[in-house]
Protein backbone atom coordinates (compact mmCIF):
# COMPACT_ATOMS: atom_id res chain seq x y z
CA UNK A 1 0.00 0.00 0.00
CA UNK A 2 1.50 3.35 -1.19
CA UNK A 3 1.91 6.49 1.24
CA UNK A 4 -1.05 8.51 1.39
CA UNK A 5 -0.41 11.63 0.32
CA UNK A 6 -1.68 14.64 2.99
CA UNK A 7 -3.74 17.43 1.60
CA UNK A 8 -3.00 20.64 3.25
CA UNK A 9 -5.74 21.95 5.50
CA UNK A 10 -8.43 23.96 4.12
CA UNK A 11 -7.34 26.76 5.77
CA UNK A 12 -3.78 27.21 4.67
CA UNK A 13 -5.54 27.41 1.09
CA UNK A 14 -7.65 30.02 2.28
CA UNK A 15 -5.18 31.83 3.25
CA UNK A 16 -2.74 31.74 0.80
CA UNK A 17 -5.43 32.80 -1.78
CA UNK A 18 -6.25 35.88 0.59
CA UNK A 19 -2.25 36.77 0.23
CA UNK A 20 -2.44 36.07 -3.66
CA UNK A 21 -5.41 38.71 -3.44
CA UNK A 22 -3.69 40.99 -1.33
CA UNK A 23 -0.80 41.29 -3.58
CA UNK A 24 -2.69 41.73 -7.18
CA UNK A 25 -4.50 44.62 -4.91
CA UNK A 26 -1.38 46.57 -3.57
CA UNK A 27 0.49 45.87 -6.87
CA UNK A 28 -2.57 48.09 -8.70
CA UNK A 29 -2.90 50.76 -5.98
CA UNK A 30 0.78 51.26 -7.15
CA UNK A 31 0.29 51.21 -10.60
CA UNK A 32 -2.55 53.57 -10.43
CA UNK A 33 -0.73 56.94 -8.97
CA UNK A 34 -0.42 58.73 -11.95
CA UNK A 35 -0.54 62.69 -12.80
CA UNK A 36 -3.95 63.13 -11.10
CA UNK A 37 -2.29 63.19 -7.93
CA UNK A 38 -0.60 66.53 -8.13
CA UNK A 39 -2.61 70.04 -7.90
CA UNK A 40 -4.08 71.19 -11.40
CA UNK A 41 -1.99 74.25 -11.85
CA UNK A 42 1.23 71.75 -11.06
CA UNK A 43 0.30 69.49 -13.80
CA UNK A 44 0.13 71.98 -16.10
CA UNK A 45 3.41 73.64 -15.33
CA UNK A 46 5.19 70.49 -14.99
CA UNK A 47 4.06 69.19 -18.12
CA UNK A 48 2.70 65.63 -19.42
CA UNK A 49 6.02 64.35 -20.20
CA UNK A 50 7.69 65.15 -16.49
CA UNK A 51 4.68 63.17 -14.85
CA UNK A 52 5.82 59.42 -16.14
CA UNK A 53 6.48 58.24 -12.97
CA UNK A 54 7.87 54.70 -12.55
CA UNK A 55 5.63 51.76 -10.74
CA UNK A 56 6.99 51.08 -7.69
CA UNK A 57 5.45 48.78 -4.72
CA UNK A 58 3.79 49.77 -1.86
CA UNK A 59 6.01 51.61 0.46
CA UNK A 60 7.61 48.93 3.17
CA UNK A 61 9.29 50.12 6.23
CA UNK A 62 12.26 48.59 4.76
CA UNK A 63 12.65 50.37 1.84
CA UNK A 64 14.92 53.36 1.90
CA UNK A 65 14.96 56.16 -1.59
CA UNK A 66 18.32 55.12 -2.24
CA UNK A 67 21.75 56.49 -0.18
CA UNK A 68 20.56 58.03 3.25
CA UNK A 69 21.59 61.59 3.78
CA UNK A 70 23.60 61.49 6.92
CA UNK A 71 23.27 64.99 7.49
CA UNK A 72 19.33 65.04 7.49
CA UNK A 73 18.39 61.86 8.51
CA UNK A 74 17.64 62.38 12.44
CA UNK A 75 17.68 58.86 14.92
CA UNK A 76 14.92 57.87 16.49
CA UNK A 77 13.83 54.71 18.51
CA UNK A 78 13.92 51.61 16.46
CA UNK A 79 17.35 52.77 14.75
CA UNK A 80 19.98 50.30 14.72
CA UNK A 81 23.83 51.43 14.50
CA UNK A 82 26.70 48.91 13.88
CA UNK A 83 30.17 49.73 15.90
CA UNK A 84 33.12 48.40 14.48
CA UNK A 85 36.52 48.85 15.85
CA UNK A 86 40.02 48.20 13.91
CA UNK A 87 43.13 47.97 14.85
CA UNK A 88 45.12 46.64 17.73
CA UNK A 89 41.79 45.81 18.80
CA UNK A 90 38.99 44.32 16.71
CA UNK A 91 35.39 44.04 17.75
CA UNK A 92 31.40 44.54 16.54
CA UNK A 93 28.94 45.91 18.29
CA UNK A 94 25.01 46.14 17.24
CA UNK A 95 23.20 49.45 19.31
CA UNK A 96 19.88 49.24 19.04
CA UNK A 97 18.10 52.88 19.65
CA UNK A 98 16.05 52.23 22.75
CA UNK A 99 12.81 53.93 23.29
CA UNK A 100 14.06 56.96 25.39
CA UNK A 101 16.22 57.76 22.34
CA UNK A 102 19.81 56.03 23.75
CA UNK A 103 22.31 53.38 22.81
CA UNK A 104 24.10 51.03 25.35
CA UNK A 105 27.74 50.70 24.18
CA UNK A 106 29.66 48.14 26.17
CA UNK A 107 32.52 49.38 28.03
CA UNK A 108 31.58 52.88 27.63
CA UNK A 109 27.82 53.42 28.52
CA UNK A 110 24.34 54.95 27.48
CA UNK A 111 24.89 57.67 24.85
CA UNK A 112 21.99 60.10 23.82
CA UNK A 113 21.48 60.48 20.11
CA UNK A 114 17.44 60.90 20.17
CA UNK A 115 17.11 63.80 17.48
CA UNK A 116 20.62 63.78 16.66
CA UNK A 117 21.12 63.56 13.30
CA UNK A 118 23.23 60.65 11.62
CA UNK A 119 26.37 62.46 11.40
CA UNK A 120 25.76 63.89 14.71
CA UNK A 121 25.30 60.57 16.05
CA UNK A 122 28.66 58.98 14.23
CA UNK A 123 30.34 61.87 16.05
CA UNK A 124 29.48 61.05 19.21
CA UNK A 125 29.13 57.49 19.04
CA UNK A 126 33.44 58.03 18.18
CA UNK A 127 33.82 60.42 20.64
CA UNK A 128 32.97 57.89 23.29
CA UNK A 129 34.47 55.14 22.14
CA UNK A 130 38.01 56.96 22.39
CA UNK A 131 37.94 57.35 25.54
CA UNK A 132 38.42 53.68 25.70
CA UNK A 133 40.32 53.08 23.25
CA UNK A 134 43.49 53.94 21.66
CA UNK A 135 44.97 53.57 17.76
CA UNK A 136 41.37 51.97 16.79
CA UNK A 137 39.90 53.15 14.21
CA UNK A 138 36.08 53.34 14.87
CA UNK A 139 33.40 52.92 12.14
CA UNK A 140 29.46 53.20 12.62
CA UNK A 141 27.25 52.72 9.89
CA UNK A 142 22.90 52.89 9.84
CA UNK A 143 22.02 48.92 9.24
CA UNK A 144 18.45 49.45 9.66
CA UNK A 145 15.98 52.15 9.87
CA UNK A 146 12.82 52.01 12.59
CA UNK A 147 9.51 51.81 11.25
CA UNK A 148 6.53 53.89 12.87
CA UNK A 149 2.82 55.21 11.93
CA UNK A 150 2.30 58.66 10.10
CA UNK A 151 -0.78 60.59 10.10
CA UNK A 152 -1.66 62.63 7.03
CA UNK A 153 -4.93 65.14 7.17
CA UNK A 154 -6.11 67.81 4.94
CA UNK A 155 -6.28 68.41 1.54
CA UNK A 156 -5.66 64.85 0.22
CA UNK A 157 -7.49 62.31 -1.88
CA UNK A 158 -7.05 59.72 0.94
CA UNK A 159 -6.64 61.39 4.76
CA UNK A 160 -5.59 58.06 7.31
CA UNK A 161 -2.83 56.37 8.82
CA UNK A 162 0.46 55.34 6.78
CA UNK A 163 3.04 53.26 7.64
CA UNK A 164 6.37 55.00 7.18
CA UNK A 165 10.18 54.67 8.05
CA UNK A 166 12.82 56.65 9.34
CA UNK A 167 14.34 57.15 5.64
CA UNK A 168 10.49 57.77 4.14
CA UNK A 169 9.75 61.31 1.85
CA UNK A 170 6.99 63.71 2.83
CA UNK A 171 6.14 63.22 -1.01
CA UNK A 172 6.08 59.16 -0.42
CA UNK A 173 3.24 59.68 1.74
CA UNK A 174 1.51 61.83 -0.19
CA UNK A 175 1.39 59.20 -2.22
CA UNK A 176 -0.02 56.94 -0.31
CA UNK A 177 -2.73 59.05 0.95
CA UNK A 178 -4.17 59.11 -2.85
CA UNK A 179 -2.17 62.94 -3.47
CA UNK A 180 -2.86 66.32 -3.24
CA UNK A 181 -6.10 68.16 -4.16
CA UNK A 182 -6.53 70.98 -6.58
CA UNK A 183 -7.29 73.29 -2.82
CA UNK A 184 -3.71 71.87 -1.37
CA UNK A 185 -1.67 74.63 -0.48
CA UNK A 186 1.80 72.96 -1.37
CA UNK A 187 3.76 75.44 -0.66
CA UNK A 188 2.90 75.62 3.14
CA UNK A 189 2.64 72.08 4.44
CA UNK A 190 2.87 71.25 8.08
CA UNK A 191 4.98 68.68 9.25
CA UNK A 192 3.49 68.41 13.38
CA UNK A 193 5.10 66.49 15.74
CA UNK A 194 3.21 65.03 18.22
CA UNK A 195 5.38 64.92 21.22
CA UNK A 196 6.16 67.96 21.65
CA UNK A 197 3.38 69.93 19.57
CA UNK A 198 6.15 71.57 17.31
CA UNK A 199 5.51 71.63 13.61
CA UNK A 200 7.79 73.21 10.17
CA UNK A 201 6.50 74.14 6.83
CA UNK A 202 7.24 72.39 3.47
CA UNK A 203 7.51 74.17 0.48
CA UNK A 204 7.32 71.00 -2.04
CA UNK A 205 7.05 73.40 -5.10
CA UNK A 206 10.90 72.99 -5.60
CA UNK A 207 10.86 69.51 -5.32
CA UNK A 208 8.24 68.91 -7.70
CA UNK A 209 9.39 71.51 -10.28
CA UNK A 210 13.10 70.68 -10.36
CA UNK A 211 13.73 67.92 -7.68
CA UNK A 212 14.84 69.54 -5.15
CA UNK A 213 16.66 70.60 -2.83
CA UNK A 214 16.20 67.83 0.17
CA UNK A 215 14.66 70.60 2.13
CA UNK A 216 11.72 71.14 -0.28
CA UNK A 217 11.10 67.26 0.71
CA UNK A 218 12.23 66.29 4.00
CA UNK A 219 12.17 62.91 6.04
CA UNK A 220 9.51 62.27 7.84
CA UNK A 221 9.65 62.27 11.95
CA UNK A 222 8.44 59.66 14.05
CA UNK A 223 4.75 59.49 14.40
CA UNK A 224 4.59 62.89 12.86
CA UNK A 225 1.59 64.16 11.14
CA UNK A 226 1.33 65.79 7.85
CA UNK A 227 -1.11 68.61 7.64
CA UNK A 228 -1.93 70.15 4.04
CA UNK A 229 -4.28 73.41 4.35
CA UNK A 230 -6.56 74.33 1.88
CA UNK A 231 -4.40 77.41 -0.32
CA UNK A 232 -5.33 80.86 0.33
CA UNK A 233 -2.89 83.35 -0.75
CA UNK A 234 -1.97 82.83 -4.77
CA UNK A 235 -0.31 84.35 -7.33
CA UNK A 236 -0.69 84.42 -11.11
CA UNK A 237 2.85 83.97 -12.94
CA UNK A 238 2.58 84.17 -17.06
CA UNK A 239 4.49 84.66 -20.15
CA UNK A 240 8.18 83.82 -21.21
CA UNK A 241 8.52 81.15 -17.84
CA UNK A 242 9.34 77.86 -18.19
CA UNK A 243 6.63 76.68 -15.51
CA UNK A 244 3.67 79.52 -15.57
CA UNK A 245 0.28 79.22 -14.07
CA UNK A 246 -1.30 79.79 -10.83
CA UNK A 247 0.67 78.85 -7.47
CA UNK A 248 0.00 79.78 -4.16
CA UNK A 249 2.88 81.86 -1.89
CA UNK A 250 4.90 79.71 0.63
CA UNK A 251 4.61 80.66 4.37
CA UNK A 252 7.64 82.49 4.49
CA UNK A 253 6.82 84.88 1.24
CA UNK A 254 8.77 85.07 -2.14
CA UNK A 255 9.62 88.07 -4.05
CA UNK A 256 9.77 88.21 -7.73
CA UNK A 257 13.34 86.98 -8.17
CA UNK A 258 13.12 83.96 -6.45
CA UNK A 259 9.54 82.74 -8.08
CA UNK A 260 11.18 83.64 -11.73
CA UNK A 261 14.30 81.37 -10.33
CA UNK A 262 12.07 78.95 -9.25
CA UNK A 263 9.88 78.46 -12.17
CA UNK A 264 12.47 79.66 -15.07
CA UNK A 265 12.78 81.72 -18.12
CA UNK A 266 12.35 80.63 -21.30
CA UNK A 267 15.50 82.06 -23.74
CA UNK A 268 12.99 84.75 -25.55
CA UNK A 269 12.13 86.05 -22.04
CA UNK A 270 12.33 90.42 -22.06
CA UNK A 271 13.90 90.93 -18.44
CA UNK A 272 13.87 94.24 -19.03
CA UNK A 273 10.00 94.96 -18.95
CA UNK A 274 8.25 92.82 -16.53
CA UNK A 275 4.37 93.50 -15.41
CA UNK A 276 2.93 93.41 -12.28
CA UNK A 277 -0.60 93.95 -11.21
CA UNK A 278 -2.39 94.35 -7.85
CA UNK A 279 -5.11 95.29 -6.22
CA UNK A 280 -4.39 97.89 -3.34
CA UNK A 281 -5.84 98.25 -0.36
CA UNK A 282 -8.86 100.26 -1.40
CA UNK A 283 -9.56 98.00 -4.64
CA UNK A 284 -8.08 99.90 -6.99
CA UNK A 285 -5.57 98.42 -9.76
CA UNK A 286 -2.14 99.34 -9.34
CA UNK A 287 0.36 98.68 -12.30
CA UNK A 288 4.15 98.49 -11.69
CA UNK A 289 6.75 97.58 -15.02
CA UNK A 290 10.49 97.83 -14.72
CA UNK A 291 13.47 95.39 -15.63
CA UNK A 292 13.96 91.97 -13.56
CA UNK A 293 16.88 94.04 -11.46
CA UNK A 294 14.27 96.65 -10.71
CA UNK A 295 11.24 94.72 -9.64
CA UNK A 296 12.99 91.22 -8.54
CA UNK A 297 13.45 92.93 -4.73
CA UNK A 298 9.51 92.95 -4.68
CA UNK A 299 7.58 90.50 -2.52
CA UNK A 300 4.47 88.89 -4.41
CA UNK A 301 1.07 89.42 -2.44
CA UNK A 302 -2.40 87.20 -2.66
CA UNK A 303 -4.08 88.58 -5.76
CA UNK A 304 -0.68 89.59 -7.77
CA UNK A 305 -0.30 88.82 -11.72
CA UNK A 306 3.26 89.07 -12.94
CA UNK A 307 3.59 88.87 -16.54
CA UNK A 308 6.65 88.28 -18.32
CA UNK A 309 6.74 89.57 -22.01
CA UNK A 310 8.82 88.06 -24.91
CA UNK A 311 10.85 90.11 -26.73
CA UNK A 312 8.94 91.90 -30.04
CA UNK A 313 5.77 91.23 -27.71
CA UNK A 314 3.22 93.90 -27.95
CA UNK A 315 3.35 97.06 -25.44
CA UNK A 316 2.96 96.73 -21.91
CA UNK A 317 0.12 98.59 -21.52
CA UNK A 318 -2.19 96.56 -24.13
CA UNK A 319 -4.01 95.27 -21.04
CA UNK A 320 -7.19 93.53 -20.08
CA UNK A 321 -9.31 93.42 -17.02
CA UNK A 322 -10.77 90.03 -15.48
CA UNK A 323 -13.66 90.40 -12.93
CA UNK A 324 -15.58 87.62 -11.18
CA UNK A 325 -16.10 83.76 -10.99
CA UNK A 326 -12.91 82.85 -12.56
CA UNK A 327 -9.73 80.75 -10.78
CA UNK A 328 -7.87 83.82 -10.39
CA UNK A 329 -9.12 87.13 -11.07
CA UNK A 330 -6.94 90.00 -12.39
CA UNK A 331 -5.78 92.38 -14.85
CA UNK A 332 -3.54 90.28 -17.73
CA UNK A 333 -1.54 91.03 -21.16
CA UNK A 334 -2.40 90.85 -24.58
CA UNK A 335 1.11 89.44 -26.21
CA UNK A 336 -0.79 89.10 -29.38
CA UNK A 337 -3.90 89.81 -31.77
CA UNK A 338 -5.12 86.32 -31.44
CA UNK A 339 -6.11 86.47 -28.07
CA UNK A 340 -10.07 85.09 -27.71
CA UNK A 341 -12.45 85.46 -24.79
CA UNK A 342 -12.16 81.34 -24.00
CA UNK A 343 -8.02 81.91 -24.19
CA UNK A 344 -8.17 84.25 -21.75
CA UNK A 345 -10.46 82.30 -19.06
CA UNK A 346 -8.54 78.83 -19.54
CA UNK A 347 -5.35 81.66 -18.34
CA UNK A 348 -6.99 82.56 -15.83
CA UNK A 349 -7.78 78.87 -13.76
CA UNK A 350 -10.92 78.70 -15.77
CA UNK A 351 -14.41 79.76 -15.05
CA UNK A 352 -15.84 78.31 -11.32
CA UNK A 353 -18.41 76.09 -11.37
CA UNK A 354 -21.25 78.33 -10.31
CA UNK A 355 -20.61 81.05 -13.16
CA UNK A 356 -23.04 81.59 -15.71
CA UNK A 357 -21.17 80.87 -19.00
CA UNK A 358 -23.99 82.20 -21.24
CA UNK A 359 -24.03 85.72 -19.64
CA UNK A 360 -20.21 87.04 -19.73
CA UNK A 361 -20.53 90.67 -19.33
CA UNK A 362 -17.41 92.02 -21.95
CA UNK A 363 -17.04 95.93 -22.21
CA UNK A 364 -15.19 97.61 -24.57
CA UNK A 365 -13.83 101.47 -24.31
CA UNK A 366 -16.48 103.41 -27.00
CA UNK A 367 -15.11 103.55 -31.09
CA UNK A 368 -14.67 106.40 -33.01
CA UNK A 369 -16.44 106.32 -36.00
CA UNK A 370 -13.70 104.89 -38.38
CA UNK A 371 -14.47 101.00 -38.31
CA UNK A 372 -11.10 99.56 -36.74
CA UNK A 373 -9.94 95.96 -36.55
CA UNK A 374 -10.93 95.64 -32.90
CA UNK A 375 -14.39 96.87 -33.70
CA UNK A 376 -14.84 94.40 -36.73
CA UNK A 377 -14.08 91.55 -34.66
CA UNK A 378 -17.04 92.45 -32.20
CA UNK A 379 -19.39 93.66 -34.39
CA UNK A 380 -20.52 89.73 -35.99
CA UNK A 381 -21.41 88.87 -31.72
CA UNK A 382 -25.43 89.54 -31.15
CA UNK A 383 -26.55 93.03 -29.58
CA UNK A 384 -28.43 90.78 -26.55
CA UNK A 385 -30.02 93.65 -24.12
CA UNK A 386 -28.62 94.47 -20.48
CA UNK A 387 -30.83 93.14 -17.84
CA UNK A 388 -30.90 95.39 -14.73
CA UNK A 389 -28.30 93.55 -12.90
CA UNK A 390 -25.93 94.09 -15.68
CA UNK A 391 -26.54 97.63 -16.04
CA UNK A 392 -26.08 98.13 -12.41
CA UNK A 393 -22.69 96.21 -12.87
CA UNK A 394 -21.20 98.64 -15.68
CA UNK A 395 -21.88 101.50 -13.75
CA UNK A 396 -20.48 100.32 -10.22
CA UNK A 397 -17.28 99.53 -11.94
CA UNK A 398 -17.26 103.42 -13.62
CA UNK A 399 -17.42 101.61 -17.28
CA UNK A 400 -19.47 104.89 -18.68
CA UNK A 401 -18.46 104.58 -22.21
CA UNK A 402 -18.35 101.83 -22.65
CA UNK A 403 -19.51 99.39 -25.65
CA UNK A 404 -20.75 96.61 -23.22
CA UNK A 405 -22.11 92.96 -24.94
CA UNK A 406 -22.71 89.83 -23.69
CA UNK A 407 -21.20 86.92 -24.78
CA UNK A 408 -22.63 83.42 -24.73
CA UNK A 409 -19.83 80.49 -23.92
CA UNK A 410 -22.07 77.95 -22.58
CA UNK A 411 -20.96 76.22 -26.07
CA UNK A 412 -17.26 74.32 -24.82
CA UNK A 413 -16.31 74.95 -28.74
CA UNK A 414 -16.73 78.55 -28.80
CA UNK A 415 -13.91 80.66 -28.32
CA UNK A 416 -15.57 84.32 -27.61
CA UNK A 417 -14.63 87.47 -29.68
CA UNK A 418 -10.74 88.14 -30.13
CA UNK A 419 -9.78 90.88 -26.91
CA UNK A 420 -8.53 93.89 -27.72
CA UNK A 421 -6.43 96.31 -25.13
CA UNK A 422 -8.48 97.97 -22.03
CA UNK A 423 -11.19 95.50 -22.40
CA UNK A 424 -13.17 94.62 -19.70
CA UNK A 425 -14.72 91.08 -19.05
CA UNK A 426 -17.08 90.06 -15.50
CA UNK A 427 -18.26 86.51 -14.90
CA UNK A 428 -21.40 86.91 -13.37
CA UNK A 429 -22.39 83.95 -10.43
CA UNK A 430 -25.27 82.23 -9.67
CA UNK A 431 -25.99 79.94 -6.60
CA UNK A 432 -25.41 79.76 -3.52
CA UNK A 433 -24.16 83.61 -3.65
CA UNK A 434 -25.49 87.13 -2.66
CA UNK A 435 -23.94 89.52 -4.47
CA UNK A 436 -22.60 92.84 -3.19
CA UNK A 437 -22.39 95.63 -5.14
CA UNK A 438 -21.94 99.44 -5.14
CA UNK A 439 -20.76 101.80 -2.60
CA UNK A 440 -18.97 99.22 -0.18
CA UNK A 441 -15.84 98.52 0.82
CA UNK A 442 -15.64 94.91 -0.38
CA UNK A 443 -17.93 94.61 -3.41
CA UNK A 444 -18.11 90.97 -4.48
CA UNK A 445 -20.03 87.54 -3.90
CA UNK A 446 -20.43 86.62 -0.49
CA UNK A 447 -22.18 82.80 0.67
CA UNK A 448 -25.63 83.09 0.96
CA UNK A 449 -27.02 82.51 4.72
CA UNK A 450 -30.77 81.42 5.53
CA UNK A 451 -33.32 84.12 6.78
CA UNK A 452 -29.88 86.59 6.70
CA UNK A 453 -30.66 90.20 5.95
CA UNK A 454 -28.91 92.80 3.11
CA UNK A 455 -27.32 94.86 6.02
CA UNK A 456 -25.37 91.50 7.02
CA UNK A 457 -24.19 91.32 3.82
CA UNK A 458 -22.97 94.58 3.61
CA UNK A 459 -21.26 94.04 7.10
CA UNK A 460 -19.75 91.43 5.47
CA UNK A 461 -18.65 93.56 2.14
CA UNK A 462 -16.69 95.65 4.59
CA UNK A 463 -19.62 97.99 5.26
CA UNK A 464 -20.76 101.18 3.43
CA UNK A 465 -18.46 103.09 1.75
CA UNK A 466 -18.39 107.01 1.35
CA UNK A 467 -21.10 108.71 -0.18
CA UNK A 468 -23.13 105.96 -0.09
CA UNK A 469 -27.01 106.33 -0.25
CA UNK A 470 -28.42 103.62 2.46
CA UNK A 471 -31.78 104.70 2.23
CA UNK A 472 -32.06 103.88 -1.40
CA UNK A 473 -30.46 100.11 -1.23
CA UNK A 474 -31.90 97.93 -3.21
CA UNK A 475 -32.30 94.08 -4.00
CA UNK A 476 -32.39 92.37 -7.25
CA UNK A 477 -34.11 89.12 -7.58
CA UNK A 478 -31.45 87.07 -9.33
CA UNK A 479 -30.88 87.54 -12.60
CA UNK A 480 -33.68 89.47 -13.32
CA UNK A 481 -34.55 93.39 -13.93
CA UNK A 482 -36.90 93.19 -10.90
CA UNK A 483 -35.28 95.33 -8.25
CA UNK A 484 -36.98 96.01 -4.93
CA UNK A 485 -36.24 98.38 -2.17
CA UNK A 486 -34.54 96.70 0.92
CA UNK A 487 -37.56 97.27 3.20
CA UNK A 488 -39.85 95.76 0.93
CA UNK A 489 -37.88 92.69 -0.44
CA UNK A 490 -37.21 91.27 2.77
CA UNK A 491 -34.04 88.79 3.17
CA UNK A 492 -31.83 87.88 -0.41
CA UNK A 493 -32.23 84.49 -1.93
CA UNK A 494 -29.48 82.96 -3.34
CA UNK A 495 -28.44 84.36 -6.61
CA UNK A 496 -29.53 87.61 -5.25
CA UNK A 497 -27.60 91.22 -5.60
CA UNK A 498 -27.75 93.81 -3.46
CA UNK A 499 -27.14 97.13 -4.77
CA UNK A 500 -25.78 99.97 -2.88
CA UNK A 501 -26.12 103.24 -4.87
CA UNK A 502 -23.71 106.80 -4.68
CA UNK A 503 -25.59 109.56 -3.05
CA UNK A 504 -26.30 112.57 -5.44
CA UNK A 505 -24.69 115.31 -3.90
CA UNK A 506 -26.89 118.36 -3.61
CA UNK A 507 -25.83 122.14 -4.27
CA UNK A 508 -26.76 124.89 -1.71
CA UNK A 509 -28.98 126.31 -4.51
CA UNK A 510 -30.91 123.05 -4.51
CA UNK A 511 -31.05 122.90 -0.91
CA UNK A 512 -32.04 126.43 -0.61
CA UNK A 513 -34.75 126.39 -3.29
CA UNK A 514 -36.62 123.15 -1.52
CA UNK A 515 -36.50 124.85 1.51
CA UNK A 516 -38.50 127.44 0.00
CA UNK A 517 -41.14 125.66 -1.30
CA UNK A 518 -41.77 123.72 1.59
CA UNK A 519 -41.65 127.06 3.88
CA UNK A 520 -44.26 128.47 0.83
CA UNK A 521 -46.16 125.21 1.28
CA UNK A 522 -46.46 125.61 5.38
CA UNK A 523 -47.28 129.17 4.90
CA UNK A 524 -50.35 128.62 2.55
CA UNK A 525 -51.38 125.47 4.85
CA UNK A 526 -51.73 127.87 7.78
CA UNK A 527 -53.19 131.18 5.72
CA UNK A 528 -55.89 128.39 4.75
CA UNK A 529 -56.40 126.94 8.14
CA UNK A 530 -56.96 130.75 9.66
CA UNK A 531 -59.55 131.62 6.96
CA UNK A 532 -61.54 128.47 7.67
CA UNK A 533 -61.39 129.26 11.75
CA UNK A 534 -62.57 132.70 10.79
Excluded: C
Amino acid sequence: MGASVRRPPLALLLVLALGFQLSGWTSARAQAFDEALLPSTVREALGAEALALPDVPPLAPSLGDGPIDAATYRLGPGDELTVRYRGRTTATHRLLVNPEGDVYLPDVGRIVLLGKTLEEGRVRVVAAARKILNNVAVDVDLTRVRAFKVSVTGQVARPGVYAASGATRVFEVLRLAGGLRDSAAIRDIRLVDNRTGDSRSVDLLPFLLNGGPPTSNPYLPDGATVVVPRRVRMASLAGALVHSGVFDLPAAGTTIGQAIELLGLEPDAATDRLELTRRGSDGRIERKSGSLSELGSISLEHGDHLNMPRSGSRRMNDLVTLEGEVGFPGTYALESDAITLADLLERAGGVAPGAVRSRILLARPALSDTLTPDARRLAPFPNVPLNMTEKEQIRARGLHGYRAVIVDLSDPTDKGPFLAAGDRIVVPRRGAYVEVAGRVRRPGFYPYRAGASAESYIASAGGWADRADKGQTRIGAGPGDNFRVTDDAGPPAPGDQIWVPERIPRSSWENIRDAVVILGQLATVVLLIDQLSN
